[in-house]
């Protein structure tokens, strides 16, 4: 599974969630992968799709179990996905540790129970429970809607590349005009 | 306006009431000839001129002037710009928690904020100012610096810290206001009636959080830009010499929408919701997260609250 850069992810969840008047970010793309649909995940809550780069999901489509048995050796990876750099938790971690080796358009919980990709916040919260905790209740994380009624949620990985988490550096906005740059205009104060 | 000369010397755009006039006419002349010397010559209608405290106004009162002001800005910008009197919603006060653990300084609400709320753009009004502190030195305003513009933020060793109107449940500046064009409503927003407003900026001075932003010059603010979904006490196009503020996007948090600063941020570090219902998102974060009020000294008693989420 490939995961475009996080800021042009981030960037494009904005404007598409947002409902008016958004400060457009710099080279913001609205991704295609991206709805503002809710997909029913369970629990009740509304969150947007997964964030998957263009044309690589179902997983199955190639990894169909047929054509290309599960190598289930931990290995680093030649052929294909060498762009995903995997910088999250001990160094021993790797693909099947979530994603599930038998359905490759679920992933896995450490009990092996599957779930889907729209659930993966569960994934997420066995190590990061706290997170999790908050997330729930609309504190970890972004909430867009309305204050007192039907609420967007972002997944876990609409901000965070499951594969390199930590938030990605953005570039700021102008900042604002310094005093000494503040002139008095021609024909004086009107 | 910036170059523009009046076309005629002060006083002398109404012919002199004649001698013999009744008192009536020489008052409405008078009247005409004050609202055009005040302004320039006649920027200013007689009904504006006119036009009392929004507070004392009859619900036709209020009706009538949006009505005038929508023709203005519809003249003005060349689109409709719809102007709401959204009331407060009963049993709704409103509270607001910035996560400082989670600002990275990106600048993305100052934006969002002057696209709806309608801020002059040049002159520049900007509500909301992001300052970066040291981690070494915490929340210390000797070391902030609102005029960061590195190529990427956060900055190693910083932290971010975005100070807007902090909507006190004492606010020390509508206390000053000579005139009372600026007062708390019920749901705890702190608004401005910018057609009473003076401009004394008695209140600019009396605001420890320098949440209050003065329009020296006419405000500059390109039509297709203009966010038509306005409120009198918010986000309308504002004119030359009155104050504004945060308002916290009254048009839409009292229509139930976050406000544009909490829609926009990237880092999900803007919470908003009632303080007085017990589920909200900010009723949790007030209860399970370490809380702080900006300058809490002072005992302004901010319903805007900085915590740490982590």
New interface residues.
Partial sequence: MRFPTLSTL??GL?IL???????D?PAAKPHPGTTTDASGAPEGIQVPKPPFSEGIFPCSSCHDGKSMKPNLKRRELTDMHTDIVLHHGPASRWCLDCHDANNRDSLHLASGEKIPFTSSYLLCGQCHGDKLR?WR?????????????PKQY?LCVN?HNPHTPR?Q??????????PEQ?QT???GA? | MTDHKPECPIGGCEPPASVGGSRREFLGAATAAMAAALTGCGTLSKEEFLQHNFKELSKEEVLSVIDRLEKEYKAKYGKEVKVANTPAIPGVIFGYALDLSRCIGCRRCVHACVKENNQSREPEVQWIRVLQMDKEEGVNLQHADQYYNPEEVPQEGHFYMPVQCQQCKKPPCTKVCPVGATWREKDGIVVVDYNWCIGCRYCMAACPYGARHFNWGEPHLPADQVNPNTHYLGNRPRPKGVVEKCTFCIQRTRNGQYPACVEICPTGSRKFGNLLDKDSEIRYVLENKRVFKFKEDLNTQPNFFYFYGV
């Fill in positions: 981030a960037a904005l969630l947002g409902p008016v008047a958004f400060a970010p908050d209740v609309g504190v970890h994380g972004k909430r867009t809607g309305s204050w007192n009624g972002l901000c938030f550096p953005l570039k700021p906005m102008p900042p604002p005009a310094p503040i205009r021609k024909g009107r």
